[in-house]
């Protein structure tokens, strides 16, 4: 299901009662939602909009993040953490947090010691973006694998995928953006019952039409969205300007 909305602020609000929905009946079924979320620009109207909906019952909530800059501290501000405090954390308190360590000195027993959380339970709420060059989470094209028998992995991060941090305003130069990164893999998070996707900005418009009506490829890693069967994407007029009318 894809739907456009007017405005960034519209879509986001529209994500987050679409979400909240999907959460409340995760809780009404098994007693406690587990939930994966994205940081970053594209994700900031709709979970400002999610944690003041007080019909979330956010003690019953297992949150999880998908990704983390190597060498990177939480207190760093351009930390993915950091970004989880500042829009989420300073107004809910979810059951329990579960967040990547990128400052870890073994990033493999990191990974193991994430993946093992993801997998201890389904996940069943996926809110995610898309990269100007279509990644999801930091599965840039050159490191996406829609087969990775990895749930959570160390990655190289493509200068396409590095620049969209300075262009947001979380790094002032290239320069400064780590080269690596900690991610869930693409079929770790099209593992989770439901997601629900908020892709808004122009500069999105051409990863949201490749993903939509490309071939599912690598190429473009958020095409394989395409084969979830419960997926919700949320656009705004300008990252839908590609799109057919």
């Not at 959570?152 to 305003?169: A, C, I, N, T």
Request: aromatic share 6%; net charge negative.
């Amino acid at each position: 299901m894809v739907r456009v909305y007017p405005t960034k602020s519209e879509m986001g609000q529209a994500a987050a009662v679409e979400g909240s929905k999907k959460i409340q009946a995760a809780i009404a079924q098994h007693g406690t939602a587990r939930i994966m979320v994205a940081t970053g620009n594209s994700q900031q109207d709709m979970m400002e909009a999610l944690v003041r909906n007080q019909d979330v019952d956010w003690s019953r909530v297992e949150v999880f993040h998908m990704d983390e800059y190597v060498g990177i501290s939480p207190d760093h501000p351009a930390s993915l953490r950091y970004w989880f405090q500042k829009h989420m954390l300073n107004t809910i308190k979810p059951a329990k947090l579960h967040l990547i360590k990128g400052e870890a000195q073994d990033s493999s027993e990191e990974c193991l010691r994430y993946e093992n959380l993801i997998r201890s339970a389904p996940i069943h709420v996926c809110f995610l973006g898309i990269g100007e060059n279509g990644h999801v989470a930091f599965n840039d094209p050159h490191v996406a694998d829609f087969n990775d028998r990895q749930t959570v992995k160390k990655v190289d991060l493509d200068s396409r995928s590095r620049m969209q941090q300075v262009k947001e305003g979380h790094f002032r130069e290239i320069e400064a953006v780590p080269h690596e990164a900690l991610t869930v893999t693409c079929p770790a998070l099209l593992s989770a019952e439901s997601m629900v996707c908020c892709a808004p900005e122009s500069r999105k418009a051409e990863a949201v039409r490749n993903a939509l009506l490309g071939p599912v490829s690598t190429s473009c890693p958020a095409s394989i969205l395409r084969s979830h069967p419960n997926v919700s994407i949320f656009l705004d007029a300008d990252s839908a300007s590609l799109l057919p009318n």
